[in-house]
């Protein structure tokens, strides 16, 4: 049941760039999208988030994009650093509260 | 401030025994999740407990099941394990009003032999 899409498994930028991340969704019944951000041996840390009615919100070096007749939404960073390198997860959420991930993106970034 | 702690880090078991995992919740929090994260794949919902009640199940068979205490902690089981059951196992706080994020913890890994 794919109903939230990272197509990229992984992505490899270098520091100081941007970092764009893609994720599609399938469901018009999600209502808020978030994005999470998972160290290797911790769980998903909170990034940002936006609520289908918007279509951006940005939070320091992190912005995310939502193109909902797309079913499409993108996260950036900017600049990428050394830190950042991690798996980022797409989340949806339904009205009742129910989270749909995505596989996850591992990004790296190189010096 | 604690964050969501569970316990414990790693177990091993034998197919078609039975496991519980444990979960302490982020202080202020109400709402415990649970979540199975197999290899490669994204955490998919177990279940959701609020007011030591369970509010919302994903597709998972009975042999899952939860419970949650009037401290709002709460602990996942999982009876007759078998094989594909072995994967990381997150739980996650939240507060019940609209949007609050889910706040992990660092998960179990359960290794079913």
């Known amino acids: 049941d794919q109903q939230v899409k990272q197509n990229s498994p992984s992505l490899s930028v270098q520091e100081g760039r941007i970092s764009i991340l893609n994720c599609d969704y399938t469901n018009s019944m999600f209502d808020y999208f978030l994005w999470y951000k998972k160290y290797p041996a911790e769980g998903p840390t909170f990034l940002i988030s936006i609520s289908s009615i918007k279509d951006k919100n940005e939070d320091g070096r992190f912005t995310v994009f939502l193109n909902k007749s797309a079913k499409h939404l993108s996260l950036h960073i900017v600049p990428s650093q050394p830190g950042d390198s991690a798996v980022y997860f797409c989340?949806?959420?339904?009205?009742?509260?129910?989270?749909?991930f995505g596989a996850g993106t591992q990004v790296v970034v190189t010096p | 401030d604690a964050g969501v702690t569970q316990s414990p880090t790693h177990l091993i078991k034998t197919r078609g025994q039975q496991v519980t995992l444990r979960c302490s919740p982020k202080s202020g929090h109400d709402t415990v999740s649970w979540y199975q994260q197999a290899l490669g794949q994204g955490p998919q919902f177990i279940f959701q407990y609020y007011e030591e009640e369970e509010r919302q199940r994903g597709n998972f068979p009975d042999r899952f099941s939860g419970h949650q205490f009037p401290n709002y902690s709460s602990e996942l089981n999982v009876n007759a394990l078998l094989l594909g059951d072995s994967a990381l196992y997150l739980c996650a706080s939240s507060l019940a009003r609209f949007n609050s994020p889910l706040h992990f913890g660092n998960g179990t890994r359960l290794t079913v032999t």
């Open positions: 989340a949806a959420k339904y009205p009742w509260g129910k989270l749909q």
